[in-house]
Each structure stands twice: as structure tokens, then as C-alpha cells.
């Protein structure tokens, strides 16, 4: 056998193993020596200074093991041999003799265990941290004190003055409350707020752990803070009036008063001091001066209705109070929806107190609706129009808070000096001039079926600056509570047409031949010279003279005042100005399907006219008046005219201030709706109105004057709007009745009031107009419009048209009341109308006389649906019988964004 084949010879004594050991003890590789085999890291590499008995160890895990224990690894040891930079790295090479204060990282550990903190470090801290808080709260605790109810009565009155510095009125404050002891507390009213707002409260430590944390994370995501959620937690936030601030710092001490009124202060006490200190609405704070300001009763005398009801209005007056507040929020703090959320809230109230125990299941069954509550406005001072002043100023800052920084709680703090807008001797001179036509015509107890529930309603504005310096807002602010001045849902007539005008002179009538959707310059400006047809049932045409169709497939027939044709015949043309005069609604409902819906309602927009008050304006009828806006916004936009066109919006607070200073100053604030041309011409065409047209009883010797009148439909509203160059004053006048306990109410027709046929706007609004406007102008000189300068070009496009054959057309025109057939649509049109006696189909109102019938409607937005409109519609009109201006509430607020 050769030698290279010979197998070498089998060490002693272990087999492979034990010769694998012995071959790597015994070679002279990397491995020569284990690591720490010398008894130093670095001599592991066989580069340490200090020798060392030598150990043999069994294996290279054991080896690793011993370096480890020795201090250090082969790569450590290494480096450090080799003065490397990874000699010490921070946080790995920790001197293990060294003591620290915190052991962390963790010294003796490698890899993710050294920054896992031992059991002593955690629990130190945990004792630390909890220490601390205990200390804080201990301090915080001792620091504060349990509130005196007694103190939440010092809040200030607000003083609201004049145009010119003098006071107004003082209210506001402490003068609505009274505290009184428990035992004069109904104990229903103590147990209706217990079962609706803390069932805990009798067991509970008077904080609520859940509903602190909610708010602490609420601020902290930058949100709205949240209020107490327990008896004890709302009766110190009340308690604290002279903190109202929404930060973390005062939601702190809040928590600590809470903990110490819950601690140191009896059930009885808290209750007692949150049912006195809560507000109610109706500038009530405190259960007696709530009682009196609903039910003019102490609060002792309460029955549990009354209570669970009161109960109720703690989670907010103004949108639980049955009479409303549409002054702060005319869409959902209506009467209606108020009366409507109030007693469900009541009647969950009486049902948990059953539940509960608190109450019998007989004596709750008594009380199935809401109690009768009293006149809001119990206060004097706020009798006559000044309620109507207070309540429109406070709807301004409250609801422009983002401008003003006063929202509805800093009002209720008081100690405000507001300074309004109003001029005392012209509100004076209003409601003087609108008393003197009611008592000479407006007689109920002659006339019960025809003068019943007649109103008025009046704005003045200045044109120079938007500012609102005199209101009617109804008989008496403590008698009436709706503002006449602000919204109503009275719809305008044609007061509207002025905006149909403007439209034709800015934007121009679309070129017949072009597409539908057109640039400026193919279009064609109109003068107001142009001709259009005053043919009595007039078939309105699209701007490409195709037939007007509904989405039924029905044509419109335009009906004039008193159904008569005006103009030459076959074509019956007349000039725009002349349509203007004498109101005739054939020629601006085709006006406005020439120029494009669209551009209509731009215009109204521009004007002033808040566009959540526009009705309609996909149908022909909305060139003549089927919105509703307020008498304050009529008055604005046609101050925008007599300001050649700068629109300025109407405001009713010049400056507020506090004891610390300025709080809020208005800037006037002017955009060019329209140009110095268009708006002068207007103004021109509407002097003709006033001079020789329907106007004339609103002539004022020695001033020049320009206005429009409006009546609508069924004869349900009647306005006249006029101007001079120092003043702008809208006057409307409807039927509509008081009595809130009458269902399903709506606007009443004026046939036979004021032993007149029908109202119109050239009648009773008009005389008001002239009498008040001579008395405020009188000492002012009397100024000229400017003169204008020549626009447009003279369209004629009109065709004759054919007289109406005794057809179908003919046959439903002789229906005082055609019956609609409501029918969805996709666009914005008005809403469904059931057809009464008072409410027909909204397209049918009529100019100065017509038998049309109509009912305005509310647009809704979106999806709405549109009655089929009869062959002899006619339109919302001017000065004759025949206009209906139930538009509905909620459209036309002045300062919520509705109207104004």
C-alpha cells in the first residue's frame, strides 16, 4: 500500500472528535489560540502585552463565553489593540466598574437588551411621576376655592346706544335673576335634571374621569373643549364667569373646584347652586327668573310638565325655546322645529324620570304636550320697536363672531357699549308713518274677514355707506316677535324687474343664432329703448325663439296686469322703459329668457340680494318676483343703484367696545356690482315709474325719486321700493296671522282690506314710503340722480304673436284656481305646493290686476319639485290683484346668511 493512501493514525482516547480538538489545538491557523486563551482580550490576537497561564477550554462556545466574562469580544478587542475607532463606542464599551445614577442604557448589556429599562428603573419613575401629580393636585386643591352662586349674579348689562352717542337701552345682565333656597325648587325640577343630564349624581364624587379625559384629548387634537358632563362639574363652570376661556389651564382648575365643591360641599348645595345658576334662554339665569319668563309664575308653583320642560331648554334656549329665535338661526331655530325639538325632549325627560323611579306613570301621563309659554319679551325696555333694534344688532355680531369676536355667551357676560346704526328720529318717523295709514284704513272690528292679521314691515338704508338707520319690524317686539324688517317669507313682486334690467344692460341678450353658452362679445347690450311684446298671455319663448316648454311639455302664456294686452297691435311692442312704467310682465319675462336666468340672478346677487333667498330660477316666473328676500336686503340692493352701482352690504353696529378697550369696528367695505352706466340707467327708467307710471303716490315735491312697486299673486303681498340719492327704503305689506297656536298657517289674500279691491304696492306701501321719506329727508338737501349716459343698442326682435286660439289655453285661463300636478325634477326649482284655497301654483302670480294664481314656494337646493305651469300663467306683478307671496319662513334673514 502507497503512502499517500495510508490513513494517519487515530489519536487516543476520543475518537473524531477528541482529534479534531487536537488537530485545532495544534495548528498554526487563525485559530491557534482562542479568544481570552491567554487570559487578556487583546492576547487573543496574540498582540497583548501581559502573558498568562494558558487554559485549554472544551470548545469555541466556551471560549466566547470566557471573553465575554473577561470584558470584552474578538472585534472589540481588536480595535482596542489596534487603538481603532470603535475602541469605546457610546452606549456598547460602558465601564462596568463605573456607578451611575441612571443605569441606562444598561451597562453589562448588549444588543436590544441594553435598552430594555430594568424593573428598579420603572417603577422609580412610575413613583416619581405619580408623586409629582399627587403634589401638583395637592397644590392645585389647596389653591382654589368652593364658588359663591351668589357671585354668578354680577354679570353686566349691555348698553346699546343711538346713531348719534345717545342711549338706546340697557339690558342684559343681572337683572333676570334671583336666587332662592332649594326647599322653593319643585323636587321634579331637581329630578328631572338628574334623570336627563346625571342619573349618578346622588353616588357620585362629582367628576366624571370618562368625560374629562374625552376633553382633554379633544383639546389636544386642537377641537372645541367639552363642558362637564356631571351636575357638580356644570355648576362650577357656570360658577366660574369670570373664566370663561376655552383652554387646557382653566379646564384644569375647573377639575380641581369640582373635586373640592364634590368633596367639601353637600348634594343638596350643588343642586341647589346649578339650578341657580344655569341659564335658561330668554336672558333668564336661575330656575325662579326662567319660571317667570315662560310661565310668569314663581318657581315654586311649577307643575312637572313645566319642569321637564325647563329641563330642556338647559341644553340650549335657542333651539328649544317654542318661540323661536330666527334672529340667531332663521333655518333651525324656527318656532316650528323649536316646538317640534322641545317637547321631545320634554316627554324623554318625563319617560326616564318613570323609569327611574322618580316620577308616577300617572302623573306623567298628564303631561303629553307642551305647556303654554308667555310672551318672550317680558322686559319693557324692549317694548315697541326696540326689541326689533336689540334683536337685529345682536343677530349681527353674534352671527358674523368671526368678525366681530362676540359670539352668543360673550353677549349673555354683558358689559358691552354697542353702538348702533340706527337714527332715532327716522325710526321714530316710520313707525309713525306706517301707524298712520293702519289706523286711517286697516279696521279688524269693521272688516274681521278682510283686515284681520294685516302686517308691515320697512327697512331704510344709507347708500353711502350700507349702514341701516331705521327698521319696522311690527306692531310691538313684545306682541309680534317676528321682525318684518328681516325675514318673513313675503315674496317681492316686481320690485324684482329693476335686476332683469340690469342684466340686459351689463350682460346683453344672447345672439339668437350662437351657441347657448356665449362670451361678452356675442352678445348684444341692451338700451332701454329696446322693444318687447306687451301682449296679455304672451307666449314666452327660449333666447333661440323655440316655444318655452316645461318639463311636461307645457307652453307658458304670460298673463299682464289686469289680463290686458299693452301696445300697438298685432305686435304689441313696447319699449322697455314704458314695460317698466306700467309694470308689464310679458315684456321682462322674455327679457330675462333673452338674457339667461342665469345672469339674472347674478345681477339680484350682485346687487346685494342674498342668494339662499332667490326662488325659482329655472322658470320664466323668476324674473318678476317669486323670491323673498327681506326689507332690509330691497332696500340694500337698491342702494347699490342709487350709489351708480357700489354695493355695499347693509350692517346695523358701527363700533363695540368693554371696559378693556375697542372690542370690534365695522369697515365699510364697497365692490362695483355694477357699472356707473348700468346702475344710472336703471335708476332713470325707474324715475319714469314714480314720475307718470304706478309709482306716483310715492313723489316727493322737489326730490327726484325712483322706485317700483310689487304685488303678487292671489294678492298675498304688496311692496313699494324707492330711493333718493341719500336714502333707500323698502315697505312690504301682507296678511299673515299672529296666532302661533293656528295650524298650517300661511299668507292671507288682501281682496277687500282696507275696503280697497286689492292691494297693491302703488296703494298703502307707497303712501307709507312717501310719508316716512318726507319726514326723515326734511332739513337735507334735495340732490340729483346722475345723469346718464346712453347704453346699449335697441333690440327688436319680438314677433308678433299669435292670439291665443279658444282652446285648451283658453279653457284653463277661466279657472280662478287650476289645480298643478306636482312632478320631480332634477334642477332648482320650487318646492312641491299642495293647492288650497290661499296656496295654487307658484308660477301664476300676476302684475297690477290679473286673475292669475300663484304661491311663491322656497327653493330648497337640489332635487325639487315644480307644479305644471297652466296655459295662462300669469306672473308675480305689480300693482293689481292677483299676487300670491307665500314664500314660506326661513329665506331672507339679514344677518344669518338669509336674507338681510
Given at each position: 500500500?502507497?503512502?499517500?493512501?495510508?490513513?494517519?493514525?487515530?489519536?487516543?482516547?476520543?475518537?473524531?472528535?477528541?482529534?479534531?480538538?487536537?488537530?485545532s489545538g495544534s495548528s498554526s491557523g487563525r485559530r491557534a489560540a482562542p479568544r481570552g486563551a491567554t487570559g487578556s482580550p487583546s492576547d487573543a490576537y496574540g498582540s497583548g502585552p501581559h502573558g498568562g497561564e494558558e487554559r485549554p477550554f472544551g470548545g469555541r462556545a466556551e471560549a466566547r463565553r470566557a471573553a465575554q466574562r473577561s470584558g470584552g469580544g474578538r472585534r472589540r478587542g481588536a480595535d482596542a489593540g489596534r487603538g481603532g475607532r470603535r475602541a469605546a463606542p457610546a452606549g456598547r464599551a460602558v465601564d462596568p466598574g463605573k456607578k451611575r445614577l441612571i443605569d441606562y442604557p444598561r451597562a453589562g448589556r448588549y444588543g436590544w437588551r441594553r435598552w430594555v429599562p430594568s424593573w428598579k428603573l420603572v417603577s422609580g419613575l412610575g413613583v416619581a411621576f405619580f408623586g409629582s401629580l399627587v403634589a401638583i393636585a395637592g397644590v392645585g386643591y389647596a389653591m382654589v376655592?368652593?364658588?359663591?352662586?351668589?357671585?354668578?349674579?354680577?354679570?353686566?348689562?349691555?348698553?346699546?346706544?343711538?346713531?348719534?352717542?345717545?342711549?338706546?337701552?340697557?339690558?342684559?345682565?343681572?337683572?333676570?335673576?334671583?336666587?332662592?333656597?332649594?326647599?322653593?325648587?319643585?323636587?321634579?325640577?331637581?329630578?328631572?335634571?338628574?334623570?336627563?343630564?346625571?342619573?349618578?349624581?346622588?353616588?357620585?364624587?362629582?367628576?366624571?374621569?370618562?368625560?374629562?379625559?374625552?376633553?382633554?384629548?379633544?383639546?389636544?387634537?386642537?377641537?372645541?373643549?367639552?363642558?362637564?358632563?356631571?351636575?357638580?362639574?356644570?355648576?362650577?363652570?357656570?360658577?366660574?364667569?369670570?373664566?370663561?376661556?376655552?383652554?387646557?389651564?382653566?379646564?384644569?382648575?375647573?377639575?380641581?373646584?369640582?373635586?373640592?365643591?364634590?368633596?367639601?360641599?353637600?348634594?343638596?348645595?350643588?343642586?341647589?347652586?346649578?339650578?341657580?345658576?344655569?341659564?335658561?334662554?330668554?336672558?333668564?339665569?336661575?330656575?325662579?327668573?326662567?319660571?317667570?319668563?315662560?310661565?310668569?309664575?314663581?318657581?315654586?308653583?311649577?307643575?312637572?310638565?313645566?319642569?321637564?320642560?325647563?329641563?330642556?331648554?338647559?341644553?340650549?334656549?335657542?333651539?328649544?325655546?317654542?318661540?323661536?329665535?330666527?334672529?340667531?338661526?332663521?333655518?333651525?331655530?324656527?318656532?316650528?322645529?323649536?316646538?317640534?325639538?322641545?317637547?321631545?325632549?320634554?316627554?324623554?325627560?318625563?319617560?326616564?324620570?318613570?323609569?327611574?323611579?322618580?316620577?308616577?306613570?300617572?302623573?306623567?301621563?298628564?303631561?303629553?304636550?307642551?305647556?303654554?309659554?308667555?310672551?318672550?319679551?317680558?322686559?319693557?325696555?324692549?317694548?315697541?320697536?326696540?326689541?326689533?333694534?336689540?334683536?337685529?344688532?345682536?343677530?349681527?355680531?353674534?352671527?358674523?363672531?368671526?368678525?366681530?369676536?362676540?359670539?352668543?355667551?360673550?353677549?349673555?357676560?354683558?358689559?358691552?357699549?354697542?353702538?348702533?346704526?340706527?337714527?332715532?328720529?327716522?325710526?321714530?318717523?316710520?313707525?309713525?308713518?306706517?301707524?298712520?295709514?293702519?289706523?286711517?284704513?286697516?279696521?279688524?272690528?269693521?272688516?274681521?274677514?278682510?283686515?284681520?292679521?294685516?302686517?308691515?314691515?320697512?327697512?331704510?338704508?344709507?347708500?353711502?355707506?350700507?349702514?341701516?338707520?331705521?327698521?319696522?319690524?311690527?306692531?310691538?317686539?313684545?306682541?309680534?316677535?317676528?321682525?318684518?324688517?328681516?325675514?318673513?317669507?313675503?315674496?317681492?313682486?316686481?320690485?324684482?324687474?329693476?335686476?332683469?334690467?340690469?342684466?340686459?344692460?351689463?350682460?346683453?341678450?344672447?345672439?339668437?343664432?350662437?351657441?347657448?353658452?356665449?362670451?361678452?362679445?356675442?352678445?348684444?347690450?341692451?338700451?332701454?329703448?329696446?322693444?318687447?311684446?306687451?301682449?296679455?298671455?304672451?307666449?314666452?319663448?327660449?333666447?333661440?325663439?323655440?316655444?318655452?316648454?316645461?318639463?311636461?311639455?307645457?307652453?307658458?302664456?304670460?298673463?299682464?296686469?289686469?289680463?290686458?294686452?299693452?301696445?300697438?297691435?298685432?305686435?304689441?311692442?313696447?319699449?322697455?322703459?314704458?314695460?317698466?312704467?306700467?309694470?308689464?310682465?310679458?315684456?321682462?319675462?322674455?327679457?330675462?329668457?333673452?338674457?339667461?336666468?342665469?345672469?339674472?340672478?347674478?345681477?339680484?346677487?350682485?346687487?346685494?340680494?342674498?342668494?339662499?333667498?332667490?326662488?325659482?330660477?329655472?322658470?320664466?316666473?323668476?324674473?318678476?318676483?317669486?323670491?323673498?328676500?327681506?326689507?332690509?336686503?330691497?332696500?340694500?340692493?337698491?342702494?347699490?343703484?342709487?350709489?351708480?352701482?357700489?354695493?355695499?352690504?347693509?350692517?346695523?353696529?358701527?363700533?363695540?367696545?368693554?371696559?378693556?378697550?375697542?372690542?370690534?369696528?365695522?369697515?365699510?367695505?364697497?365692490?362695483?356690482?355694477?357699472?356707473?352706466?348700468?346702475?344710472?340707467?336703471?335708476?332713470?327708467?325707474?324715475?319714469?315709474?314714480?314720475?307718470?307710471?304706478?309709482?306716483?303716490?310715492?313723489?316727493?315735491?322737489?326730490?327726484?325719486?325712483?322706485?317700483?312697486?310689487?304685488?303678487?299673486?292671489?294678492?298675498?303681498?304688496?311692496?313699494?321700493?324707492?330711493?333718493?340719492?341719500?336714502?333707500?327704503?323698502?315697505?312690504?305689506?301682507?296678511?299673515?296671522?299672529?296666532?302661533?297656536?293656528?295650524?298650517?298657517?300661511?299668507?292671507?289674500?288682501?281682496?277687500?282690506?282696507?275696503?280697497?279691491?286689492?292691494?297693491?304696492?302703488?296703494?298703502?306701501?307707497?303712501?307709507?314710503?312717501?310719508?316716512?321719506?318726507?319726514?326723515?329727508?326734511?332739513?337735507?338737501?334735495?340732490?340729483?340722480?346722475?345723469?346718464?349716459?346712453?347704453?346699449?343698442?335697441?333690440?327688436?326682435?319680438?314677433?308678433?304673436?299669435?292670439?291665443?286660439?279658444?282652446?285648451?289655453?283658453?279653457?284653463?285661463?277661466?279657472?280662478?284656481?287650476?289645480?298643478?300636478?306636482?312632478?320631480?325634477?332634477?334642477?332648482?326649482?320650487?318646492?312641491?305646493?299642495?293647492?288650497?284655497?290661499?296656496?295654487?301654483?307658484?308660477?301664476?302670480?300676476?302684475?297690477?290686476?290679473?286673475?292669475?294664481?300663484?304661491?311663491?314656494?322656497?327653493?330648497?337646493?337640489?332635487?325639487?319639485?315644480?307644479?305644471?305651469?297652466?296655459?295662462?300663467?300669469?306672473?308675480?306683478?305689480?300693482?293689481?290683484?292677483?299676487?300670491?307671496?307665500?314664500?314660506?319662513?326661513?329665506?331672507?334673514?339679514?344677518?344669518?346668511?338669509?336674507?338681510?
Amino acid at each position: 500500500m502507497s503512502e499517500h493512501r495510508r490513513k494517519p493514525p487515530q489519536p487516543q482516547g476520543g475518537g473524531r472528535a477528541a482529534a479534531r480538538r487536537g488537530q485545532s489545538g495544534s495548528s498554526s491557523g487563525r485559530r491557534a489560540a482562542p479568544r481570552g486563551a491567554t487570559g487578556s482580550p487583546s492576547d487573543a490576537y496574540g498582540s497583548g502585552p501581559h502573558g498568562g497561564e494558558e487554559r485549554p477550554f472544551g470548545g469555541r462556545a466556551e471560549a466566547r463565553r470566557a471573553a465575554q466574562r473577561s470584558g470584552g469580544g474578538r472585534r472589540r478587542g481588536a480595535d482596542a489593540g489596534r487603538g481603532g475607532r470603535r475602541a469605546a463606542p457610546a452606549g456598547r464599551a460602558v465601564d462596568p466598574g463605573k456607578k451611575r445614577l441612571i443605569d441606562y442604557p444598561r451597562a453589562g448589556r448588549y444588543g436590544w437588551r441594553r435598552w430594555v429599562p430594568s424593573w428598579k428603573l420603572v417603577s422609580g419613575l412610575g413613583v416619581a411621576f405619580f408623586g409629582s401629580l399627587v403634589a401638583i393636585a395637592g397644590v392645585g386643591y389647596a389653591m382654589v376655592s368652593v364658588p359663591d352662586v351668589a357671585q354668578t349674579a354680577t354679570a353686566q348689562n349691555n348698553v346699546y346706544y343711538w346713531s348719534n352717542g345717545t342711549e338706546m337701552v340697557s339690558t342684559g345682565g343681572e337683572t333676570n335673576r334671583q336666587i332662592i333656597n332649594l326647599s322653593q325648587i319643585p323636587k321634579e325640577m331637581q329630578l328631572a335634571v338628574v334623570s336627563q343630564e346625571n342619573k349618578t349624581f346622588y353616588t357620585d364624587s362629582g367628576i366624571d374621569p370618562k368625560g374629562i379625559a374625552r376633553a382633554m384629548f379633544n383639546m389636544a387634537r386642537g377641537g372645541d373643549t367639552q363642558g362637564g358632563s356631571t351636575i357638580t362639574q356644570q355648576y362650577v363652570k357656570n360658577a366660574m364667569l369670570d373664566d370663561q376661556s376655552q383652554t387646557v389651564t382653566r379646564k384644569f382648575k375647573e377639575l380641581f373646584v369640582s373635586i373640592k365643591v364634590g368633596a367639601s360641599v353637600s348634594k343638596d348645595e350643588i343642586m341647589a347652586g346649578y339650578l341657580n345658576s344655569a341659564y335658561y334662554g330668554r336672558n333668564a339665569y336661575g330656575i325662579q327668573a326662567a319660571a317667570r319668563a315662560y310661565f310668569n309664575k314663581d318657581a315654586i308653583d311649577l307643575n312637572p310638565g313645566e319642569c321637564a320642560f325647563l329641563s330642556a331648554t338647559l341644553k340650549g334656549a335657542t333651539y328649544y325655546d317654542p318661540a323661536g329665535a330666527t334672529s340667531i338661526d332663521p333655518v333651525n331655530a324656527t318656532p316650528e322645529k323649536n316646538k317640534k325639538r322641545a317637547k321631545l325632549q320634554m316627554q324623554d325627560t318625563l319617560d326616564k324620570m318613570v323609569q327611574l323611579g322618580h316620577l308616577d306613570a300617572a302623573t306623567r301621563a298628564k303631561y303629553t304636550d307642551l305647556p303654554k309659554v308667555q310672551n318672550p319679551r317680558a322686559n319693557s325696555a324692549l317694548s315697541g320697536q326696540t326689541g326689533y333694534l336689540v334683536d337685529l344688532v345682536n343677530a349681527y355680531l353674534v352671527n358674523n363672531s368671526e368678525k366681530t369676536g362676540i359670539t352668543e355667551r360673550r353677549l349673555r357676560e354683558g358689559g358691552l357699549s354697542i353702538h348702533t346704526t340706527f337714527d332715532k328720529k327716522k325710526v321714530a318717523a316710520l313707525e309713525k308713518a306706517v301707524k298712520k295709514v293702519e289706523k286711517a284704513n286697516i279696521d279688524p272690528k269693521e272688516r274681521p274677514d278682510t283686515d284681520t292679521h294685516v302686517q308691515f314691515g320697512g327697512a331704510s338704508v344709507d347708500p353711502a355707506t350700507g349702514a341701516i338707520v331705521a327698521i319696522y319690524g311690527g306692531k310691538d317686539a313684545t306682541e309680534h316677535f317676528t321682525n318684518n324688517a328681516d325675514v318673513t317669507g313675503a315674496q317681492v313682486g316686481s320690485t324684482f324687474k329693476p335686476f332683469v334690467l340690469a342684466a340686459a344692460m351689463s350682460w346683453g341678450v344672447r345672439d339668437p343664432d350662437g351657441p347657448e353658452v356665449q362670451p361678452q362679445d356675442e352678445r348684444t347690450v341692451v338700451s332701454p329703448k329696446s322693444l318687447y311684446s306687451g301682449q296679455n298671455k304672451f307666449k314666452i319663448k327660449n333666447y333661440d325663439g323655440t316655444v318655452w316648454h316645461d318639463e311636461n311639455g307645457k307652453e307658458w302664456l304670460q298673463v299682464n296686469d289686469g289680463d290686458e294686452s299693452r301696445g300697438t297691435p298685432p305686435d304689441y311692442k313696447i319699449d322697455l322703459r314704458e314695460a317698466m312704467q306700467f309694470s308689464t310682465n310679458s315684456a321682462f319675462v322674455q327679457l330675462g329668457m333673452d338674457v339667461g336666468l342665469d345672469k339674472v340672478k347674478e345681477a339680484a346677487v350682485n346687487s346685494g340680494i342674498l342668494e339662499n333667498s332667490l326662488a325659482g330660477s329655472n322658470f320664466p316666473s323668476f324674473s318678476i318676483g317669486v323670491s323673498d328676500p327681506s326689507a332690509i336686503r330691497m332696500a340694500g340692493s337698491y342702494a347699490t343703484f342709487a350709489a351708480s352701482g357700489k354695493q355695499r352690504d347693509p350692517f346695523s353696529v358701527t363700533k363695540v367696545t368693554s371696559k378693556d378697550g375697542p372690542v370690534f369696528t365695522h369697515e365699510v367695505e364697497t365692490e362695483q356690482a355694477f357699472t356707473s352706466q348700468v346702475a344710472d340707467n336703471v335708476t332713470d327708467v325707474l324715475k319714469t315709474v314714480v314720475e307718470a307710471g304706478t309709482g306716483t303716490n310715492a313723489q316727493l315735491p322737489g326730490r327726484e325719486v325712483a322706485g317700483k312697486t310689487g304685488t303678487t299673486d292671489d294678492n298675498k303681498s304688496a311692496w313699494f321700493v324707492g330711493y333718493t340719492p341719500q336714502l333707500s327704503t323698502a315697505i312690504s305689506m301682507f296678511r299673515y296671522p299672529d296666532d302661533e297656536t293656528i295650524k298650517n298657517r300661511t299668507f292671507l289674500k288682501m281682496y277687500g282690506t282696507g275696503n280697497q279691491k286689492s292691494i297693491h304696492g302703488a296703494s298703502f306701501p307707497s303712501e307709507i314710503w312717501q310719508a316716512y321719506m318726507a319726514e326723515a329727508l326734511k332739513g337735507q338737501p334735495a340732490k340729483k340722480f346722475p345723469k346718464p349716459e346712453p347704453i346699449g343698442e335697441i333690440v327688436n326682435d319680438v314677433e308678433p304673436s299669435p292670439s291665443p286660439s279658444p282652446s285648451v289655453s283658453e279653457t284653463e285661463s277661466e279657472s280662478p284656481t287650476p289645480t298643478p300636478t306636482p312632478t320631480k325634477t332634477k334642477n332648482n326649482t320650487p318646492p312641491p305646493v299642495e293647492p288650497t284655497e290661499t296656496c295654487t301654483t307658484w308660477w301664476n302670480c300676476e302684475d297690477d290686476g290679473g286673475n292669475g294664481n300663484g304661491n311663491g314656494g322656497t327653493e330648497t337646493g337640489g332635487t325639487e319639485e315644480s307644479p305644471t305651469p297652466t296655459a295662462t300663467s300669469s306672473e308675480t306683478g305689480d300693482d293689481g290683484g292677483g299676487g300670491n307671496g307665500n314664500g314660506g319662513n326661513g329665506n331672507g334673514g339679514l344677518f344669518t346668511g338669509t336674507s338681510g
